[in-house]
């Protein structure tokens, strides 16, 4: 009984460690990337969402009046000439004059100005129209950097849950390497045989291939977060994420939908391209009415000739004046383009009504996959207190002799797998509330309460929260 009642106390050490990963949360090492360091990083250099800010700017510059044709056009030109003539003249009188060689220039300046002063209000239109568009592009700015905050939150805690994976995995490594050496002294004893030893060393091998495999699924998911956050090709994966995934068990059904349907991104870009679709026929409408313009030009002209009646020339004009316009008939194109317009605008309507219709039924499911996570998670975690207190009750019948060490092997893995699922759970559910919150359109938002990054100046958010591994 003496080899036994020494392999008790490692084995008991051993599998106490795992389920402290559970309840408690250690010291986070110097190089530990926290997840606001991480979601800020992917703001700021990840390429897509560069490149998504840039078109928002793109779409804010072309709302402006010139574009939307409010201010006056002004036009200048500017020419210069030189000619060289031979020419032979014979008067009526019989004289004759040749001249050869004679050169003449000429040179002008000018400038025009044109402003439409009224052709239908079509500026006004014009002007709803971009402020729609820049409006809907900026929606959709909003989609993908909520959509990338997503995948780095997801990312982020996808090590966690594989860092602790691989912390479980060792610890039962190192579980498995004891027992080997217990089973080889008590075999040197006489008490123990080589079948006991062979299966001690093949559980080892098993648990240590186990935790290869895990410790290649871990670099995997540093990778996937370097390269959403940006990082170089080479950049190092030796690095810790915070152990704590902590889930929110506070989000309702009817707060969340309500604030979905105000504040949706992918909602909101439909409801902005009917806002343009509507402003595009208030513009084409503007093809019926005339056009009336007032013109205004400055001309100044030079000319210096050698041969001919008049030697030199200077003149400056000033003109102005008022212009109508109307199209009496165009092959009924503006009818045709009225015509699409028209339909542009149902098919937009309809897409508003589309993509709500389809919000709520993603966030029914979204929600329902959440409220099924977070009693999942209640589930494993008294499913795991049991295991817990079997490895106890096993490590006493152990040291009594009463079971084998293949029987404890089996509460072992028993513990190893309920710890792999409450992990597994965990970020299950942590990935439902992620979703829910992303397709409600505040993601970023409660991402920059809870972390407590300024956020105009919006207290951190607390409450309601579980503390997951």
Known sequence: ???????????????????????????????????????????????????????????????????????????????????????????????????????????????????????GLRPFATYDRLGAERDRQAAATDEQVETLVADVIEGYYDVARQQQQLEVLREAVAISRERLRIAELRRELGSASDLEVRQARVDLNADSTEALRQAAALTNAKNQLNRLLARPEDASTRYAVASAIEVDTSLQYASTQ?????????????????????????????????????????????????????????????????????????????????????????????????????????LTNAYERYRNRLRLVDLDRQTLKAVRANVDVALEQFEQGTITSVELREVQEQFVQAESRLLTVQFEAKQAEVELLRLSGQLLDQYQKRTGVPNEGRPEATSGRCGCR
């Not at 080899?3 to 795992?18: E, F, N, S, Y």
């Open 258 to 362: 309500q604030t979905a349907l105000q504040e949706s991104p992918a909602l909101t870009q439909a409801r902005e391209a009917l806002r343009a679709a509507q402003a595009e026929q208030r513009e084409l409408r503007a093809d019926f009415f005339p056009t009336v313009d007032l013109t205004a030009g400055l001309n100044y002209s030079q000319l210096n000739a050698e041969s001919g009646f008049v030697q030199e020339n200077t003149s400056t004009e000033v003109t102005y004046g008022v212009s109508l316009s109307l199209d009496l008939f165009d092959g009924l194109n503006r009818w045709r383009r009225t015509q699409n317009a028209d339909i542009r605008t149902t098919n937009a309507r309809l897409a508003v009504e589309d993509v709500r219709a389809r919000l709520v039924t993603e």
């Open 1 to 119: 009984m003496i080899p036994i009642l020494r392999l008790v106390p490692v084995l008991l050490v051993g599998a106490m460690l795992a389920p402290s990963l559970v309840q408690a949360r250690q010291p986070a090492p110097r190089d530990t990337l926290r997840l606001d360091a991480a979601v800020q990083r992917a703001l700021d250099d990840n390429r897509q969402a560069r490149i998504a800010r840039r078109e928002t700017d793109i779409a804010e510059n072309n709302v402006s009046l010139g574009n939307a044709g409010f201010l006056p056009t002004l036009s200048g030109q500017a020419n210069y000439s030189k000619t060289r003539s031979n020419s032979e003249q014979v008067f009526l009188s019989g004289e004759t004059q040749s001249t050869d060689g004679a050169t003449s220039t000429q040179s002008g300046a000018g400038a025009d100005l044109r402003w439409t002063v009224f052709d």
